[in-house]
C-alpha cells in the first residue's frame, strides 16, 4: 500500500485567518493528485485534479499547488469563513495502479 | 442531475445475516468503487470496478463482494457480516481511475 500522509491532522482557526495543509505522496510513478473537501453529514467533494508538476489551480478562496518531483500538495484557503470548516481530503493514483489512495484528512475548524 | 445513489442510508444488523447496499449512477462512469471509512483513518478501498464485469480487490477486500453486471450498477454484498465491519460505506463512481470522484450518500452499517 503506498501511503499518503496529510498533515496537520486538525486546524483550529479564526474566521478571516489564511490557512494552508500539506498532502506527502509517493513521487514514484505518480499519475493525478486530487483534493476534496467533506462537510459532516455530508459526502466528499472534489475541489481539484491536479497531474502536472508546478501546476496551481484555483476555485474562489482555496487553491491548490503540487509538485511531484518532492511528493507534496499544499492546499490554501485564504479569509477562512465558517462554512470552510471540513475536512479536506488529499487522495494519490500511481501509474500502474487503479486506485486512489486517500489520506486520513485535515479537519478545519473556523471559528467566528 | 447527476447523482450516485447509494441504499440504505443507515443499517443495523446482526452477525451473519447477509447484506447488499446498493449503489448506482447516472453519469455513464466507467470506474466505480467502494471505500469504508473509520475513524482516524482516511478512506479505504474495499473494491473497484474499471468497466462491466471487471472487478479487482482494493486494500480491505476481505469480507466483502462486488459485481458489476451493469455500467450503472455497483453492489456491495456482505455474505457473512461481522462487527468489524461497522463502519461508514461510500459508493464513487468517475470516468475513469484518475477522474474526478463523485460519491454517494453514504451508508453508516452496525453489525452487533
Redesign the interface.
Known amino acids: 500500500?503506498l501511503n499518503?500522509e496529510?498533515s496537520p491532522q486538525s486546524l483550529h482557526v479564526q474566521e478571516g485567518d489564511s490557512t494552508n495543509f500539506t498532502c506527502s505522496f509517493p513521487s514514484s510513478n505518480f499519475?493525478?493528485l486530487?483534493w476534496?473537501r467533506w462537510e459532516t453529514a455530508?459526502?466528499?467533494?472534489?475541489l481539484f485534479?491536479m497531474?502536472l508538476n508546478g501546476d496551481e489551480k484555483k476555485k474562489g478562496r482555496i487553491s491548490a499547488t503540487l509538485n511531484t518531483k518532492e511528493g507534496y500538495s499544499y492546499l490554501y484557503i485564504k479569509g477562512s469563513q465558517p462554512e470552510d470548516s471540513a475536512t479536506y481530503?488529499c487522495?494519490s493514483?500511481s501509474g500502474g495502479?487503479?486506485?486512489?489512495?486517500?489520506?486520513?484528512?485535515t479537519r478545519l475548524a473556523v471559528h467566528p | 442531475e447527476a447523482q450516485v445513489t447509494q441504499n440504505p442510508r443507515y443499517l443495523i444488523t446482526v452477525t451473519g445475516k447477509k447484506l447488499t447496499v446498493t449503489c448506482s449512477q447516472n453519469m455513464n462512469h466507467e470506474?466505480m468503487?467502494w471505500?469504508r471509512q473509520d475513524p482516524?483513518?482516511?478512506?479505504?478501498?474495499i473494491y473497484?470496478s474499471?468497466n462491466v464485469e471487471v472487478t479487482?480487490k482494493?486494500?480491505v477486500p476481505e469480507g466483502y463482494k462486488v459485481s458489476r453486471k451493469e455500467k450503472r450498477n455497483f453492489p456491495l454484498i456482505l455474505e457473512s457480516p461481522s462487527p468489524n465491519q461497522t463502519s461508514l460505506y461510500?459508493c464513487a463512481s468517475s470516468p475513469t481511475?484518475?477522474?474526478?470522484?463523485?460519491?454517494?450518500?453514504?451508508t453508516r452499517l452496525t453489525v452487533v
Open positions: 500500500i499518503v496529510q499519475y493525478a486530487h476534496y455530508k459526502s466528499p467533494e472534489a485534479v497531474t481530503l487522495a493514483l495502479y487503479n486506485k486512489l489512495i486517500f489520506g486520513a484528512g | 470506474y468503487s471505500y482516524g483513518l482516511g478512506l479505504r478501498q473497484y474499471m479487482d482494493g486494500d461510500f481511475a484518475a477522474g474526478e470522484a463523485f460519491f454517494g450518500q453514504g
